[in-house]
Nanobody, 124 residues
Framework: QVQLVESGGGLVQAGGSLRLSCTVS????????MGWFRQPPGKEREFVAA????????YYVDSVKGRFTISRDNAKNTVYLQMKSLKPEDTAVYYC?????????????????WGQGTQVTVSS
């Protein structure tokens, strides 16, 4: 089991940018696939982006393609979510998640470890 801590959330105007970070404890970070999910107010948690353990493969939900970029630095045990051209509908609590599997997955249940979440609010 690993522990995940997100940071970088905040309030931003529409069209602005934010970069979320998720630092993972433990020496086995490079063996975990990582994902970012979000939970808008009053809605269920949903998939945003995923990255394979090596960083060589990524996948995004259609609504963020071309605006968000997921990346990882295995030397720093950190995964990032760069968000640009933010929209009010991106407002949510953002969570990072870790899973020990090959390839990419998008279901909440596939990830065994979660951070506490960081709030992102986009004003119009």
């Amino acid at each position: 089991q690993v522990q995940l801590v997100e940071s970088g959330g905040g309030l931003v105007q529409a069209g602005g940018s934010l970069r979320l970070s998720c630092t993972v404890s433990g020496r086995t970070f490079s063996s975990y696939a990582m994902g970012w999910f979000r939970q808008p107010p009053g809605k269920e948690r949903e998939f945003v982006a995923a990255i394979s353990w090596s960083g060589g493969n990524t996948y995004y939900v259609d609504s963020v393609k071309g605006r968000f970029t997921i990346s990882r630095d295995n030397a720093k045990n950190t995964v990032y979510l760069q968000m640009k051209s933010l929209k009010p509908e991106d407002t949510a609590v953002y969570y990072c998640a870790a899973g020990r599997f090959g390839g990419l997955r998008v279901e909440v249940g596939d990830f065994g470890s979660w951070g506490q979440g960081t709030q992102v609010t986009v004003s119009s």
